[in-house]
């Protein structure tokens, strides 16, 4: 199985993009921050080149309704989204694998052990549970 980890902000719109939009219907907001057509144009080659699978990793993932925008958008264009990562990833669940190395960028205090807020452990925790993945990419502006 192959998996195409996506962010939203940065990767499927872009400030130039948003600017655009923004001139050319300067009374609809809502829409500038949606995946733009040529993002989707992009993704939709590149699904059906790999035959990957799309992983929402983006913040959007905690909102119903951003969820919901995507799909909408992604409809048009043959693309869908096959799965989430989990937000908020305890230390002790990397620990013993080969990414318990990973550096936060945050950590809580949770219950039993630290909390990490970071797109990279949540990523590799869903690659733990997700042991048929063969190949991924992570399309994210953030390092």
Known sequence: MKVIFLDIDGVMNSQEEMLELLKQQPKNRSDVSLP??????????????TGAEIVLSSSWRLSLNAIQNIIDTFRPYGLRLDGFTQEYVSQIKLKGTKYENIKPKHTHKGWEDYYIEDR??????????????TNFVILDDES
């Open 36 to 49: 733009s057509p040529t993002k989707c144009k992009l993704l939709k080659q590149l699904v059906e080149e």
């Open 120 to 133: 990279g452990a949540e990523i590799a925790y869903w690659l733990l549970r997700h042991p048929e993945v």
